[in-house]
């Protein structure tokens, strides 16, 4: 596609430029000089990428010993692991990257005509027409999903003594689902044609010599960028050490760890800079006319267009299960003398979505014209000058990002002793650290500037008789519109259960240790929806008349100036943060004895946070700056003459639409519970016996 227009573009240029040069004699046809231009790039990209992580993994560790009498330590040699570490990632990424330059540079160089009676004025044109389209399509999908059992079950079973040794599970889980999508084009637009016209003599009758500029500029940006990451994520972390012994149970420590982390991000941008430069010159040579000739004229006209559509779509979405537990359980016909029991859970879920659009738009056009120095006796045309800058710039930008992120968590330490004599129970922890957290970002930034410094220099003129005045025409129309749609949605649920629940029966005395149940929760939905956009106009035109001397009846040199500014921005942006968290800390040690009951220390804290953010600020800075310059030359009129004219008009018109809603939404629900419980058929302070609950 892409060789095709290239090989066009070359036969245009090849078939339709060509410069001439001429003198001719009276009666001959007019010298002309013609010159086309025609430019045409188009680039169409797209580029999907996916990428998919599957990860299922199960590992498990089950010594069993087994003893008829005696004592069994078990499991051999004592200690008892089951470790899991397991990385599951997947990445798509997709990026599209053009280039666009364009650059034109015709000359036209007239040469010298002489001309006798009755002649018509050599002529110049000279068309540029530069066109530039990009498409870019990019999608990526990644998808992680992991799925792991880590199990430590020691089972001992003996019709002795039991001897346990520690017995722990670690898992270490990640998870990471990574999408990007990127679209980036750079467009560059510059034509500088330059016109020298050679000098002109005529006795009477001729035509004016003639000198036109077109410059057409067209750059037009299409960008989708669509990035999709989803991470999920079930784990399961299980120590059950299990003891069953006609004699005494002597329990190890036991642990059950677990460390997970779950993130899906997406990122979806759009980024592209196009820039137009029109720097046409024309320059009128010298003309000597006796009588009745025609005016010389010139004519400039610079059009630059741009438009940029980007829609970005980022969704993230984390969704993490994890259960955690430690279920030590010991059973014996003696006393049991219980070890440590820790459950340790930490995770870490995140859902991250960003999607951003960003475009520089710069439209730059300097245009100048010079004309010559004009000699007339008799009943001359005046010269004229004309020149039409119109910029238009147009952005369209819609960025959506969607972030979610669930997070369910039960850690359960629920150490149970059941024995025929005592029971010395260890110290029983439960700890629970959570952190979920869904963050989404949607942006617009759009940056426009247009310039235009249009220049117009009128030569000599020195007339006897009834000749026209020198004319000059100045036309600026500068118009930029900006639309922006940011919509962030963040959407953050937490559910965690943390329970330490160490159970005690004994038919003599219980002795317990320390119990406590710590939580710390963290829930955050973050959504941002900004627009920015930047405008700015700045019209500079200068006009400079000729010194003319006129002897009778001649018409006064006129000078014309229009600046038009309009800019007009729309901006929506849509912040919607929701956080909700439920969470449950049960600290419940359960003794139930025929003996005494001794109490340990029994804490249950808890520390919930639950924050949602959301922020929609719209931000636009528009700058409209109009310079309009007319200088009158100097004027020498005998008798008869015209007056001179000059007229500048200078309209600015602004207009800002900005609509921001943002919606923040917290909820929580939290239970905190210590509740020790102690059944016992033993001896009260006066030393009676009975049944005590407390």
């Not at 570490?85 to 005509?113: E, I, L, R, V």
């Not at 899906?264 to 137009?276: E, F, P, V, Y």
């Not at 001179?644 to 629900?669: E, F, I, L, P």
Request: aromatic share 4%; hydrophobic share 30%; charged share 10%.
């Amino acid at each position: 596609m892409k060789r095709h227009l290239i090989a066009v573009g070359i036969a245009l240029i090849a078939l339709a430029a060509w410069v001439g040069t001429a003198s001719a004699a009276a009666g001959d046809p007019p010298p002309g000089a013609d010159q086309l231009v025609g430019q045409l790039a188009g680039t169409l990209q797209g580029a999907p990428a996916a990428g998919t992580a599957g990860q299922t993994a199960s590992d498990a560790s089950l010594p069993t010993g087994y003893a008829y009498g005696g004592t069994i330590l078990a499991p051999s040699p004592g200690s008892s692991a089951a470790n899991q570490t397991a990385t599951n990632t997947g990445t798509a990424d997709a990026s599209n990257t053009s280039t666009t330059a364009q650059t034109a540079t015709p000359t036209q160089t007239g040469g010298s005509s002489s001309c006798t009676a009755g002649c018509g004025g050599a002529g110049q044109s000279q068309n540029i027409d530069q066109s530039a389209k990009t498409t870019q399509d990019a999608d990526a999908d990644a998808l992680a999903k992991q799925n792991a059992v880590n199990a430590n079950v020691p089972i001992a079973i003996a019709g002795g003594n039991v001897l346990g040794g520690s017995s722990a599970a670690n898992q270490t889980a990640t998870n990471t689902a990574d999408s990007t999508a990127d679209n980036t084009s750079n467009t560059t637009q510059t034509a500088t044609p330059t016109q020298t016209g050679g000098s002109s003599s005529c006795y009477s009758g001729c035509g004016g010599n003639g000198q036109s500029q077109n410059v057409d500029q067209s750059a037009k940006t299409k960008q989708d960028a669509d990035a999709d990451a989803k991470a999920k994520q079930d784990l399961v972390n299980a120590n059950v050490p299990v003891s069953i012994a006609g004699g005494n149970v002597n329990g190890g420590s036991s642990a059950a760890n677990q460390t997970a982390t779950n993130t899906g991000t997406a990122d979806a941008s759009n980024s592209s800079t196009t820039t137009q430069t029109a720097t046409p010159t024309q320059t009128a040579g010298s003309t000597s006319c006796w009588f009745g000739c025609g005016g010389n004229g010139q004519s400039q006209n610079v059009d630059q267009s741009s438009k940029t559509k980007q829609d970005a779509d980022a969704d993230a979405k984390a969704k993490q299960n994890a259960v955690n537990a430690n279920v030590p359980v010991n059973i014996a016909g003696g006393n049991v003398n219980g070890g440590s029991s820790a459950a340790n859970q930490t995770l870490t879920n995140t859902g991250t979505a960003d999607a951003s659009n960003s475009s520089t738009t710069t439209q730059t056009a300097t245009p100048t014209q010079t004309a010559g120095s004009t000699s007339c006796w008799f009943g001359c045309g005046g010269n004229g000058q004309s020149q039409n800058v119109d910029q238009s710039s147009k952005t369209k930008q819609d960025a959506d990002a969607d972030a979610k992120a669930k997070q369910d968590a039960v850690n359960a330490n629920v150490p149970v002793n059941i024995a025929g004599g005592d029971i010395l129970g260890g110290a029983s922890t439960a700890n629970q650290t959570l952190t979920n957290t869904g963050t989404a970002d949607a942006s617009n930034s759009s940056t426009t500037t247009q310039t235009t410094r249009p220049t117009q220099t009128a030569g000599s003129t020195s007339c006897w008789f009834g000749c026209g005045g020198n004319g000059q025409s100045q036309n600026v129309d500068q118009s930029s519109k900006t639309k922006q749609d940011a919509d962030a949605d963040a959407k953050a649920k937490q559910n965690a259960v943390n329970a330490n629940v160490p159970v005690n029966i004994a038919g003599g005395n219980i002795l317990g240790g320390a119990s406590t149940a710590n939580q710390t929760l963290t829930n955050t939905a973050t959504a941002t929806a900004p627009n920015t956009s930047t405008t700015t106009q700045t019209a500079t035109p200068t006009q400079t008349a000729g010194s003319t001397s006129c002897w009778f009846g001649c018409g006064g040199n006129g000078q014309s100036q229009n600046v038009h500014q309009s800019a007009k921005t729309k901006q929506d942006a849509d912040a919607d943060a929701r956080a909700k968290q439920d969470a449950v800390n049960a600290n419940v040690p359960l003794n139930i004895s025929g003996g005494n009951v001794y109490g340990g220390s029994s804490t249950s804290n808890q520390t919930a946070t639950n924050n949602a953010t959301a922020n929609a600020p719209n931000s636009s800075t528009t700058s409209q700056t109009a310079t309009p310059t007319q200088t009158s030359g100097s004027f020498s009129c005998w008798y008869g003459c015209g007056g001179h004219g000059q007229s500048q008009n200078v309209r600015q018109k602004g207009k800002t639409k900005q609509d921001a809603d943002a919606d923040a939404w917290a909820k929580q629900y939290l239970l905190n519970s210590d509740v020790p419980f102690a059944l016992s058929y033993g001896r009260d302070p006066r030393g009676k016996r009975g049944v005590m609950t407390y």
